[in-house]
């Protein structure tokens, strides 16, 4: 059986997600999670160093966005470069496609820690192709951690599904905010391992962490073609090949190597305007 089963390919297209329940095997989220904590340790230090304790959508000791920084992680590499992430382009967005962002998001034990509705494409700035967004859980996921809430197509308002709303920013968080409506979405309750695949034009948020765990997730996004700056001069972010005629092209860590590590920018949190 493949990993996408046709109702999941057909639930995407009309309703902008589905799920796949634990399929990062234990070792995988166990390692993706170290090397989340390692690269959370360093951008705190950044930020201590700097004396911030906002930056852009980062908030010090509540919720960070740390953005590529793969170019330095094997582990990383080889999760985004790997076979469970090309099926899951082969099945959504086709025979081709670009690794575009990649971030880790961690809510501390915080309950100042929620996000708030935006599309993905809502954070580019310009219009573009919808890409992939892929929301790996690396923790159980509850109502009270904060886990992501989806709101399928039917119920966000829009006429087109292709549409990408307005995203004024909130002053408080400085989150892009897209969706002013009042349906809450339907919460991914999972446990780690699982992901979350959706569209970039889908809208969803996710609540506060009220616990006292650390609730992580790691997010791939990849586009069916290299996603620009407005006026056309250059990658926006990333646009490592996955991806040709449904072949896996770049299997191992050649991206990484032929790709100059952006340390301090390139991600949502880290001022691409990309989600
Ligand atoms: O992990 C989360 O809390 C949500 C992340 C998210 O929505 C995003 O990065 O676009």
Excluded at 155 to 161: C, E, L, N, P, Y
Aim: hydrophobic share 35%.
């Amino acid at each position: 059986m493949s990993l996408v089963s046709q109702e999941q390919i057909e639930q995407y297209h009309r309703d902008g997600y589905f799920i796949l329940k634990s399929v990062i095997p234990d070792a995988i989220v166990e390692a993706l999670r170290d090397e989340c904590m390692r690269i959370i340790d360093i951008y705190d230090k950044e930020m201590e160093a700097k004396g911030l304790t906002k930056l852009r959508i980062n908030h010090y000791k509540k919720r960070y966005f740390v953005a590529n920084r793969s170019p330095g992680s094997p582990i990383m590499t080889e999760f985004l470069f790997g076979e469970l992430m090309a099926n899951i382009c082969r099945a959504t967005i086709g025979g081709e496609a670009y690794l575009y962002n990649e971030q880790y998001v961690v809510k501390a034990a915080d309950t100042d820690t929620k996000f708030a509705w935006h599309q993905d494409s809502g954070y580019v700035g310009h219009y573009h192709s919808a890409f992939l967004s892929c929301w790996c859980a690396l923790d159980d996921m509850s109502l009270e951690n904060g886990t992501i809430y989806i709101l399928p197509y039917s119920r966000d308002g829009r006429q087109d599904s292709d549409e990408i709303a307005e995203h004024p920013e909130e002053a408080s968080s400085n989150d892009k905010v897209g969706y002013h409506g009042d349906d809450p979405g339907d919460p991914a309750i999972v446990p780690k391992g699982s992901i979350v695949v959706f569209s970039s034009r889908t809208f969803h948020r996710s609540g506060a962490n009220m616990t006292d765990q650390y609730r992580r997730s790691y997010l791939a996004q990849y586009s069916t073609e290299p996603i620009m700056t407005k006026d056309g001069s250059a990658v926006l972010v990333r646009a490592e090949p996955l991806l040709r005629n449904g072949v896996r092209i770049n299997p191992g860590m050649a991206a990484a190597a032929s790709w100059a590590p952006l340390m301090s920018g390139g991600g949502p949190g880290e001022g691409s305007g990309a989600d």
